[in-house]
């Protein structure tokens, strides 16, 4: 847990406690005895404080938060440091984050290594840095750098901190590090706490109206503001004081709780639960896109931008010449936001490789079909690429609803082959669902669950059915919403009850995005319903600047005259008489249903945990992460409660309509239900 060596009289502390360095207790416990030791030893004038491996320290044990935490606690260990008597100097060897970053403010000296990434994270777990964070950063680099790196929880490189006065040297080499740390070690104690705090209250408040997008729907940034100016305007005991208050009361919190479940959801559901986790992987040098269009180009971006190289295969020379210039615009919109430079623009399109000779796919050790979203396609393509395919390259449909199987029963190796359903804009959506058909081999699946993590995607396995995970889940809202919207509702007053839950939209303006026309057979003649009456006139959605509202040159939505009226003309057609629909039942029957789904997607084993379904929809629409994802805040909003509503509202839903006999065990097993 903690490693003390002496080298002449500098003592040497190492943090280890793999795999990451956390501070639980034995951690804490063995820092506390080794200062105490080092203060009291006539024998050692210094001490370095270091991690073992790649990380310093990823900061607090975050699985012992909901339990008594055991002394000694990790201000009262911080305390210890920063009195010591002889300079106290943190050899920063690699990531410093949470309480990691916190023992370094506490040491009187912070050297770091290039590579190192300096952070406090906390605010994206609900909490705000408990161990004296708030209060010494400000006093190191003022309150407004320190409101930035605590609010936004994004950490910042060694040469930033070094800019900012966060850490005194930054050093190239891990072989300098100590040594750099050892120039301090004839340099006197300097406790962070006795420095002044640059920078005041107002500060504090112009930041909070300078960043609205880091404060919504959330309480821990506005704890860390507080905290700050507390540092800003108290003496030091009381700033201390206020952020232990704070930081009890968040983590105590619904919203950490919803965090926390976050953080190791994500991290869960890279387990495969019936494979070895050492299973062997199938090497992939070469990855082959089929379809340069909009996700085709997404979906080849991550993979340049990982360095691998692509072979991206179109029917026709404008199709490959207009996917490779969108390609080239968007890594150029990146480098034009300082994001990458343009040598790395240029490093990631030498990997690219458009082609009209199928055939070159054969070269490629994957290859991603995403073509046109049509079952027929699909066979007609995977038939021709099983015949081009090098023996054990692995075949991906980017599918995003239809039949893995089916696609697979195409080839002559099913085992091969299996979904991979990235989200638009496939760049930049952080989740891709992976589709296991029934005969995808254990390897091929271990192989691209592994890939999806390595091109900086959170990967989530999913079973074989239409929708998979994701869009199953979307199908009953959506139908809901229509009908919701034909009853008497409006699409404004839909979507604002999702966007006031917290969704970045709401069902109709997500289709207005996505476009009206997906799905469409195409004829204008035929009108079923209200999507096709908006198909037929043209009003596809933003693409087109009009779908169930309209949009102006910047994309900017307003109510649309001819929508209400075409809202009009159905009900009358379809004999209905308008009638107030409360907030209430458009939660029911537009969130409800879609915890629902979610739990037949459990009993049918489409998802491997329940909290799988929560990372898809947190990574892939936006559910807001304060919440934890549909299902873990089901259980918050009360199973019973929602069975409650289900059946209330059961009359007014889709046909087919059944209420998940897991969700009524749950409903049963968790509370009374409701009156
Ligand atoms: N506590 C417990 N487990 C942790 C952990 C942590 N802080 N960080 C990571 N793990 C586990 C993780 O669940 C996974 O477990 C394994 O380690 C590898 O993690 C008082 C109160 C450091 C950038 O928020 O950001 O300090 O799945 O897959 O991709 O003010 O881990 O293998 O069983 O993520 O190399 C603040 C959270 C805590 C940092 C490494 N610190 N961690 O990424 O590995 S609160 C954080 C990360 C705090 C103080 C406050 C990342 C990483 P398993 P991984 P990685």
Known sequence: MIRSEKTGPILRITIDNPPVNALGAGVRAGLAQAIAAAAEDQSVGAVIVTGSGKLFSAGADISEFGKPLADPQLPDVLAAIETCPKPVIAAINGTALGGGLEIALACHYRVALASAKLGLPEVKLGILPGAGGTQRLPRLVGVEAALKMIVSGDPVSASTAAASGLVDMVVESAEGLFDAAAAFANSPARPTSARAVSGDAASADAFVAANPRLFRGLTAPFACVEAVKAAATLPL???????????????????????????????????????????????????????????????????????????MVETSAEALERGAALIRKNYEATAAKGRLTTAQVEAAMALLTPTLEFGALGECDLVIE???????????????LDAVARPGAILASNTSYLDV???????????????????????????????????????????????????????????????????????????????????????????????????????????????????????PERI???KDALCAQGRWGQKTGAGFYDYDAARKRSSSPVVAALIEEFRKREGVTPRAICDEEIVVRTLYTMVNEGAKILEEGIAQRSSDIDVVWLYGYGWPRWTGGPMFWAEREGFAKIVAGLERYAKSMPEGFSISPLLRQQATATEEPVA
Not at 243 to 268: D, I, K, T
Not at 269 to 294: M, Y
Not at 459 to 474: H, K, Q
Request: aromatic fraction near 6%.
């Open 370 to 384: 995403a073509v046109y979203e049509n079952m027929e396609v699909k066979k007609q393509v995977f038939g021709r």
């Open 237 to 311: 005991a009381e700033g201390l004081a206020t952020e232990r208050r704070l930081f009890l009361e968040l983590v105590s919190g619904e919203q950490s709780q919803a965090l926390r479940h976050a953080f190791f959801a994500e991290r869960s559901a890279a387990r495969i639960e019936d494979l070895p986790k050492d299973i062997a992987k199938r090497p992939v040098g070469r990855v082959g896109v089929i379809g340069a269009g909009t996700m085709g180009g997404g979906i080849a971006m991550n993979f340049l931008s990982a360095g691998l190289p692509v072979t």
């Open 528 to 530: 079923d319903d209200l």
């Open 405 to 523: 199987d089916a696609i697979a029963a195409c080839t002559s190796r099913p085992q091969d082959v299996l979904g991979m359903h990235f989200f638009s804009p496939a760049n930049v959506m952080k989740l891709v669902e992976v589709v296991r058909g029934a005969k995808t081999a254990p390897d091929v699946l271990a192989t691209i669950m592994a890939l999806g993590q390595k091109i900086g995607k959170v990967p989530v396995v999913a079973g074989v059915c239409y929708g998979f995970i994701g869009n199953r889940m979307l199908i009953p809202r959506q139908d809901n919403a229509l009908s919701l919207v034909m009853e008497g509702a409006s699409p404004e007053q839909v979507d604002k009850v999702h966007t006031d839950f917290g969704m970045p939209m709401g069902p109709f303006q997500m289709t207005d995005l996505a476009g009206v026309d997906i799905g469409w057979h195409r004829d």
